[in-house]
Each structure stands twice: as structure tokens, then as C-alpha cells.
């Protein structure tokens, strides 16, 4: 299976936050915001194995700053690593404040999807071709990454994460 770019799979989505989308505060709900940028990574995993996908995992989505009722949401999604049948995709948050004519960092996160065949099985990915440095700081990261999810989720002892022991030892 040839490898593909992570720039094949970069996804640009936005959103107006309307009055349904916010809490009492007039801020976007988390969970709105969660939805959103469940659907980009989404989008940029199916573009990546070319197939149907499925959330398996999300890190920890920690919010900078709040976007507010009448802003744009702007969520940029791309895969920064493959593994045998699941993907990492890196989510970035903006929000854009066209009033004031300023655009403010919310949040980012990492999402892992897995392909799936027919059958809903899971099904080999193509490998990621890291082209530029960020990318490639990304994909370097990305092991790391997925072993403290498997330690995290109890798919992993501590002892057997490699990746993990050469950053302490």
C-alpha cells in the first residue's frame, strides 16, 4: 500500500455560532465545538484511508479561549500519523471575530480514528508522508502519543512502552 501526504488529508471547516449553539454565557458549548471537531477529523481520516472511519479516541481538549455567539469557528484537521489500522489527526481551533477583525486560538486535540473494511472491520491505512517540519514534529510525536493512550486506556503495560522509557531513562 503507497503512502500518502499528510496534506492530502487537510480539512478546513467553519462554522457561525448561532444562537442555539451557546450556554447561558453566550460562549459556543463545548460539546457543540466537540461535535464539530469530531466530524473535520473525521472527514480527514476517510480522506487518508479512503474508506469509512470511527472515532476510537479523543486526548485531552482543553479550551484557550471562548468563542462567542455571532463568531466563526474555524477548525483545520489533518492525520499526522498512521498506524496499522488507525490514524492520529491533529485538530486546530480558531474563532474569528469579524466585528473586531481579529481571529484568537481556542483549542486543539488529537483524535484517533480507525478505518474499517464492509464489515465494519478494521482494515489496513497507508503509511503518512511527513513533507514539511511541523509535520514531521507531529509524526515524531505520535508514538509517544499513542502509548500513553494504550497505557491510559489499560491496552499497555508502562513497562512495554519503548517510545516512552528512551524519553526517561
Keep these: 500500500m503507497e503512502g500518502k501526504k499528510a496534506s492530502e488529508s487537510f ?70 500519523r498512521a498506524f496499522n489500522t488507525s490514524m492520529e489527526i491533529f485538530i486546530k481551533v480558531w474563532g474569528e471575530d469579524h466585528l473586531h477583525q481579529y481571529k484568537y486560538e481556542s483549542n486543539e486535540a488529537y483524535f484517533t480514528f480507525v478505518a474499517l473494511d464492509p464489515n465494519r472491520k478494521p482494515r489496513p491505512v497507508p503509511a503518512l508522508i511527513p513533507e514539511t517540519a511541523d509535520e514531521q514534529k507531529l509524526y515524531e510525536g505520535a508514538l509517544r502519543r499513542r502509548q ?22
Design 11 to 80: 480539512v478546513v471547516m467553519n462554522e457561525l455560532v448561532l444562537p442555539n449553539d451557546t450556554n447561558i454565557f453566550g460562549n459556543l458549548m463545548g460539546g457543540r465545538l466537540m461535535y464539530w471537531m469530531d466530524i473535520a477529523a473525521g472527514i480527514a481520516s476517510s480522506r487518508h484511508c479512503n474508506a469509512p472511519s470511527m472515532t476510537a479516541s479523543v486526548d485531552n481538549i482543553s479550551f484557550k479561549n471562548p468563542i462567542k455567539i455571532g463568531n466563526v469557528v474555524h477548525i483545520e484537521a489533518k492525520v499526522t
Design 148 to 169: 500513553i493512550r494504550l497505557i491510559l486506556s489499560g491496552k499497555m503495560k508502562p513497562e512495554d512502552a519503548e517510545e516512552l522509557k528512551a524519553l526517561f531513562a
